[in-house]
Antibody, heavy 116, light 106 residues
Framework: EEQLVESGGGLVKPGGSLRLSCAASGFTFSSYWMHWVRQAPGKGLVWVSRTNSDGSSTSYADSVKGRFTISRDNAKNTLYLQMDSLRAEDTAVYYC?????????WGQGTMVTVSS | DIQMTQSPSTLSASVGDRVTITCRASQSIGVWLAWYQQKPGKAPKLLIYKASTLETGVPSRFSGSGSGTEFTLTISSLQPDDFATYYCQQYHINVYSFGQGTKLEI
């Protein structure tokens, strides 16, 4: 079964760091571009970041540029999001998603809460 | 950046109704538009991509149309399972963006 499973969320203080992981299974992970999308409580979907299939090209939303880093380990079938200098407004459920064309598979999400 | 604007923000309808949701892009995105359905506490589900291509397994009562800057999602006959929030998304350029969502309620 094709699956994406996020982990690594939790409570962190403003200015702190957190690394999210997204474990892929059931498909050839190294063939796909991958994304992170977040959703603040009661709000809409916001695209965060993207990596191409081998990790050589990345892009970021302006709101996280310079603070977040997306990466992947194709040998471990895992996508990462390193989040530094976290702010209260980064509080959200973070989803990883697969892109063959549009986002056809999503994980269940992991909650990140930034609060003192 | 490309801004995506959906209308309406909330739509009240009944089972069996035909409903249409509109999504407008701030600049031309060709046909690089997707529609997603999201239910509370769940991840979004892809319904339509490339403006009008139905994702495998999605019921045929869902359809999409449009190109350039104006797009629509139509549900031909609402079923109880369709009451959810719907998002459009452009993937024309390297910075992807979503509309603000349309909540479809009874």
């Amino acid at each position: 079964e094709e699956q994406l499973v996020e982990s690594g969320g939790g409570l962190v203080k403003p200015g702190g760091s957190l690394r999210l992981s997204c474990a892929a299974s059931g498909f050839t992970f190294s063939s796909y571009w991958m994304h992170w999308v977040r959703q603040a409580p009661g709000k809409g979907l916001v695209w965060v970041s993207r990596t191409n299939s081998d990790g050589s090209s990345t892009s970021y939303a302006d709101s996280v540029k310079g603070r977040f880093t997306i990466s992947r380990d194709n040998a471990k079938n895992t996508l990462y999001l390193q989040m530094d200098s976290l702010r209260a407004e980064d509080t959200a459920v973070y989803y990883c998603a697969r892109e063959p064309e549009a986002f056809d598979m999503w994980g269940q999400g992991t909650m990140v809460t930034v609060s003192s | 950046d490309i801004q995506m604007t959906q209308s309406p923000s909330t739509l009240s309808a009944s089972v069996g109704d035909r409903v249409t949701i509109t999504c407008r892009a701030s600049q031309s995105i060709g046909v690089w538009l997707a529609w997603y359905q999201q239910k509370p506490g769940k991840a979004p589900k892809l319904l339509i991509y490339k403006a009008s291509t139905l994702e495998t397994g999605v019921p045929s009562r869902f359809s999409g149309s449009g190109s350039g800057t104006e797009f629509t999602l139509t549900i031909s006959s609402l079923q109880p399972d369709d009451f959810a929030t719907y998002y459009c998304q452009q993937y024309h350029i390297n910075v992807y963006s979503f509309g603000q969502g349309t909540k479809l309620e009874i």
